[in-house]
């Protein structure tokens, strides 16, 4: 379900930004040692974290993203205010096209994404996040909406 964007305050997204990180530290990476974590902010102001869960047949492993997305739609939450991705890269890195298909199930297209590098927030202050949105990371998507669309032939 696509529902409307919400403006994120300041408060909330610093909120957001500091459980991806805390997420991350979850992670269970044994094979790529490439930890990701996710935080999603629901409409009535909790944050739902997600870590990377990796498994021996790479295909089981399950992203950070899809983590915290399925985490709080299994508990009933079935739209998001926004979400922020963390990495122990430098530089923002994008959800894979497998989340970025879940997350267009359930957010609005002009949901903001955060995607917050490695360093983000020290006292250097030279490492700057991303911001985007969920049609800035899946243009031309295929959502729920497409399903209801006429049918000819």
Do not use: W
Request: proline letters at 7%.
């Amino acid at each position: 379900m696509t529902t409307e964007p919400q403006t994120l305050s300041t408060a909330d997204r610093d909120r957001l930004i500091r459980a991806a990180i805390e997420a991350k530290e979850m992670a269970y990476a044994p094979y790529s040692n490439f930890r990701v974590g996710a935080a999603s902010l629901t409409p009535d102001g909790q944050i739902v974290k997600g870590a990377n869960v990796e498994n021996a047949s790479y295909g089981g492993t399950i992203c950070a993203e899809r983590t915290a997305v399925v985490k709080a739609v299994s508990d009933g939450t079935r739209s998001f205010v926004a979400l922020a991705v963390n990495t122990d890269v430098a530089q923002p890195l994008s959800p894979c096209g497998i989340c970025r298909q879940v997350i267009r199930e359930f957010c609005a297209l002009k949901m903001p994404i955060l995607l917050v590098p490695a360093g983000y927030g020290s006292t250097d202050n030279t490492v700057d996040l991303l911001e985007t949105t969920v049609e800035g990371l899946l243009p031309h998507s295929f959502g729920p909406d497409a399903l209801d669309l006429p049918r000819t032939g």
